[in-house]
């Protein structure tokens, strides 16, 4: 019970290698003292990814008296850090000693930093005219509101006025059905490809263990 079932293996909910073939033994389980390290890990990479991520929104302008070349200086900057991102946490799910566990977690950064980049638009686009939303956004409200548009929520303490702003909305609107399709096939890939070698690597080593070797 609490696996994940895909056609032809099992995989643990911490990202297990799948099971073999059923005269294979079964890949050594978790200690605790391994879980807790494996879980402290995980939260120091979300704690620092999270602090990576507000300190690319403090870059956003912050007076409306700033430069125009500052704030699309920040969005080429932004999607240029995104993308590099993204492929970062690709790669680190392929190289993972769990995948599933590092995938999940990649989800979560990846989703988080793709909210970032669209609330420093809104910013930007809420200090260029003071009309395009309901409110003045700052950081916090820009990001809540990304939030709300991804999760279709709607509550309308928030809403879009002007065209620009509402043109950024339909854009992240879009977006985000492809994103979340994407992201979800993308690091769901990465993680089933990492557990099949990780089960290759296993057989193949179980296949050059001496047969004597085996404890009783």
């Known amino acids: 019970g609490g696996a994940w079932q895909t056609p032809g293996m099992t995989i643990s909910s911490l990202g297990g290698i799948p099971d073999a073939d059923p005269g294979t033994p079964p890949s050594p389980r978790l200690s605790k003292r391994e879980l807790a390290v494996v879980v402290a890990q995980t939260?120091?990479?979300?704690?620092?990814?999270?602090?990576?991520?507000?300190?690319?929104?403090?870059?956003?302008?912050?007076?409306?008296?700033?430069?125009?070349?500052?704030?699309?200086?920040?969005?080429v900057l932004g999607t240029t850090i995104y993308a590099v991102f993204f492929v970062r946490q690709v790669k680190g799910v392929y190289k993972a000693r769990y995948p599933t566990l590092r995938a999940v977690e990649a989800l979560i950064l990846t989703a988080a930093m793709f909210l970032a980049i669209f609330s420093m638009v809104y910013v930007m686009i809420s200090l260029a005219d003071a009309g395009s939303f309901t409110e003045d956004l700052d950081s916090f409200s820009a990001y809540y509101y990304s939030l709300t548009v991804l999760a279709t929520v709607g509550f309308?303490?928030?809403a879009p006025q002007s065209v620009g702003a509402r043109s950024a909305t339909m854009v992240q609107m879009a977006l985000d059905i492809a994103f979340i399709a994407v992201l979800i096939r993308v690091m769901g890939g990465a993680a089933k490809k990492a557990l099949l070698l990780r089960a290759q690597e296993?057989?193949?080593?179980?296949?050059?263990?001496?047969?004597?070797?085996?404890?009783a």
């Open 202 to 215: 296993d057989e193949n080593r179980s296949k050059d263990r001496p047969s004597g070797s085996d404890p």
């Open 156 to 158: 309308g303490d928030i």
């Open 43 to 75: 939260v120091a990479r979300l704690v620092l990814g999270f602090a990576f991520i507000l300190w690319l929104m403090s870059l956003a302008p912050k007076s409306p008296d700033d430069s125009m070349v500052y704030p699309v200086a920040v969005a």
